[in-house]
């Protein structure tokens, strides 16, 4: 079971950078008494950049720093980003931050296209500069429409060799529902030797079932010889107004991270009666923090009402 704590940033809109949102937060702590936490945020024209808060370590629901200025900003035009930088996994990397960020190109016919980049910081995680212009993965014969939101793990074979793994999500299709183009979308896995270049086999981690249709941003994480999968996961219908079709928290377990046995039931966190995550709760992000695991997670409107968090309740 979790313990919310509540939320802890949403943005002023202020900045022009930073109008609405603070969208899929991902915690990267950086000392003893700051807690970093990077997220997507929209400017007048909703094109989404990578920013910051800082908060207390000893107590997150302080906020000690807003940055005032984007770390990654959309790309140049006819590039697959040229619409929103969205940042989603970073690893750490001797002395760079490698940010995998997901691009955001907009479709005449399906409102949007979306392909994973790979950003780089060199200064601490300030600024971002892209490895390159073009996407590392794109839409292939396995992911047919758009590939986004990747959650990266680094584990080290017997050997020494490393082995990099990738949870992602997968679009499979669109369908117009209400006059809207609506994409149906998965979790994949892929493969790497060098966090560059991945091997794509089409195995699907997370599918649709009766009542999901499209899942949001995996966050995996290894418990002792168990992996663990926390996501969003909602509806295709009136999921923007309905509760009932909305996202909510949901989980997953297996055992070699390929294969698994999804448990929503057992995700241990619900929706709020009321507040700034009564009608939805997505993109969550967990990380261990003073022994214990904690997760990030957004609220109403996608984002919108900013991020919060909860800890796992300790057993006896």
Same mark, same amino acid.
């Given at each position: 079971?979790?313990?919310?704590? #509540? *939320?802890?940033?949403?943005? %002023? !809109?202020? &900045?022009? +950078?930073? @109008?609405?949102?603070?969208?899929?937060?991902?915690?990267?702590?950086?000392?003893?008494?700051?807690?970093?936490?990077?997220?997507?945020?929209?400017?007048?024209?909703?094109?989404?950049?990578?920013?910051?808060?800082?908060?207390?370590?000893?107590?997150?629901?302080?906020?000690?720093?807003?940055?005032?200025?984007?770390?990654?900003?959309?790309?140049?035009?006819?590039?697959?980003?040229?619409?929103?930088?969205?940042?989603?996994?970073?690893?750490?990397?001797?002395?760079?931050?490698?940010?995998?960020?997901?691009?955001?190109?907009?479709?005449?016919?399906?409102?949007?296209?979306?392909?994973? #980049? *790979?950003?780089?910081?060199? %200064? !601490?995680? &300030?600024? +971002?500069? @892209?490895?390159?212009?073009?996407?590392?993965?794109?839409?292939?014969?396995?992911?047919?429409?758009?590939?986004?939101?990747?959650?990266?793990?680094?584990?080290?074979?017997?050997?020494?060799?490393?082995?990099?793994?990738?949870?992602?999500?997968?679009?499979?299709?669109?369908?117009?529902?209400?006059?809207?183009?609506?994409?149906?979308?998965?979790?994949?896995?892929?493969?790497?030797?060098?966090?560059?270049?991945?091997?794509?086999?089409?195995?699907?981690?997370?599918?649709?079932?009766?009542?999901?249709?499209?899942?949001?941003?995996?966050?995996?994480?290894?418990?002792?010889?168990?992996?663990?999968?926390?996501?969003?996961?909602?509806?295709?219908?009136? +999921?923007?107004?309905?509760?009932?079709?909305?996202?909510?928290?949901?989980?997953?377990?297996?055992?070699?991270?390929?294969?698994?046995?999804?448990?929503?039931?057992?995700?241990?966190?619900?929706?709020?009666?009321?507040?700034?995550?009564?009608?939805?709760?997505?993109?969550?992000?967990?990380?261990?923090?003073?022994?214990?695991?904690?997760?990030?997670?957004?609220?109403?409107?996608?984002?919108?009402?900013?991020?919060?968090?909860?800890?796992?309740?300790?057993?006896?």
């Amino acid at each position: 079971m979790w313990i919310k704590k #509540g *939320l802890i940033y949403k943005t %002023d !809109g202020h &900045l022009p +950078f930073s @109008r609405t949102h603070a969208q899929v937060p991902f915690a990267y702590p950086i000392s003893d008494e700051r807690l970093r936490v990077y997220f997507a945020t929209r400017d007048e024209n909703r094109s989404s950049s990578t920013s910051f808060v800082e908060l207390d370590a000893n107590d997150l629901s302080k906020v000690l720093y807003v940055h005032d200025k984007p770390c990654l900003s959309k790309g140049a035009v006819g590039m697959f980003d040229e619409t929103g930088a969205m940042p989603s996994w970073f690893i750490k990397r001797g002395d760079e931050i490698w940010l995998y960020y997901t691009g955001w190109n907009k479709s005449e016919t399906a409102w949007y296209r979306l392909g994973i #980049g *790979l950003a780089i910081s060199r %200064d !601490g995680g &300030l600024t +971002f500069e @892209r490895a390159y212009d073009g996407p590392l993965l794109d839409r292939s014969i396995y992911d047919q429409v758009w590939i986004a939101q990747p959650c990266v793990m680094v584990e080290t074979e017997a050997d020494g060799t490393e082995r990099w793994r990738m949870w992602y999500l997968s679009c499979t299709k669109i369908e117009i529902i209400n006059g809207h183009p609506e994409p149906f979308y998965n979790v994949k896995y892929a493969e790497s030797k060098d966090g560059i270049t991945w091997e794509r086999t089409g195995i699907t981690c997370i599918g649709y079932n009766e009542f999901t249709d499209a899942i949001g941003r995996p966050a995996v994480i290894k418990d002792g010889d168990l992996y663990k999968m926390y996501y969003s996961y909602r509806s295709a219908t009136d +999921f923007r107004t309905s509760v009932e079709k909305s996202y909510r928290i949901g989980y997953a377990e297996s055992k070699d991270g390929i294969t698994w046995d999804r448990k929503d039931d057992q995700a241990g966190i619900e929706r709020s009666e009321d507040g700034w995550d009564s009608s939805m709760m997505d993109y969550c992000h967990l990380f261990q923090h003073h022994g214990q695991w904690t997760m990030l997670y957004n609220g109403n409107g996608f984002g919108a009402s900013g991020f919060g968090y909860a800890v796992q309740e300790e057993e006896n």
